[in-house]
């Protein structure tokens, strides 16, 4: 149980598109979800915090225009990556916190999806 | 706020030999511990938690850590390594009541056959 999955796994688009990544909790109903960045050999770095139904929370430094994050249910969060640029290109990993089991502490990660832009 | 250190960006073990990955907290109070593991292009996997019950705790795959409150560290350690245990690895603190989890900057481990 707990999966987390994220679509697509691998993208890549052209300069000056947008891209939106998906993450879905398939077997639990995650009331918050969290979406990271994470550099080439390097930790992973949040970005944002969004909660079914209201707005995302954005870390220090994170353009909430640019990163666009939508929590429309409570299996899902999408992450649009507007006007992308190759500094863009990333490992963006989003994680769920189960409802049921919010006093545990744990989060559920996804695969990652890899994004380059050209 | 936490913050979590994690020594030595890079450990290599013989295949068979102990493995030690080393993870300091900072936290005013008994937060909320974890190790994942990273695999190539993959997302990240939960190893094991500690979450104020047992201080020592088992995780999958043969691992296991200590949480020492008196050292601040909650080290990863398997007795004998497997070339399969290749990868990544984060320790992550959150503190009691805090949804957001704090990764250190990982430890790339590699097995030499």
């Known amino acids: 149980g707990a999966v987390v999955s994220q679509h697509p796994s691998r993208v890549i688009c052209k300069s000056g598109t947008s891209v939106k990544i998906e993450c879905r909790s398939l077997?639990?109903?995650?009331?918050?979800m969290f979406w990271y960045r994470q550099f080439p050999k390097k930790s992973l770095m949040l970005m944002a915090t969004s909660n079914e139904g209201s707005k995302a929370t954005y870390e220090q430094g994170v353009e909430k225009d640019k990163f666009l994050i939508n929590h429309a249910s409570l299996t899902l969060s999408t992450l649009t990556v507007t006007s992308a640029h190759p500094e863009d290109s990333s490992f963006y990993i989003c994680?769920?916190?189960?409802?049921?089991?919010?006093?545990?502490?744990?989060?559920?990660f996804g695969e990652g999806s890899r994004l380059t832009v050209l | 706020a936490q913050s979590v250190t994690q020594l030595g960006s890079h450990v290599s073990v013989s295949e068979g030999a102990l493995v030690l990955l080393r993870c300091n907290y900072s936290?005013?109070?008994?937060?909320?511990l974890f190790w994942y593991v990273q695999y190539p292009n993959q997302g990240l996997q939960l190893l094991l938690k500690y979450t104020s019950a047992a201080t020592l705790v088992k995780g999958i795959n043969g691992f296991e850590a200590e949480f020492k409150k008196s050292e601040t560290s909650f080290h990863l350690t398997k007795p004998s390594a497997h070339m399969s245990d290749a990868a990544e690895y984060f320790c992550a603190v959150r503190d009691f009541g805090n949804e957001k989890l704090t990764f250190g900057t990982g430890t790339r481990l590699t097995i030499i056959p």
């Open positions: 994680s769920a916190k189960s409802r049921d089991l919010a006093n545990t502490g744990e989060l559920f």
């Open positions: 936290s005013s109070v008994p937060p909320y």
């Open positions: 077997d639990f109903q995650a009331t918050t």
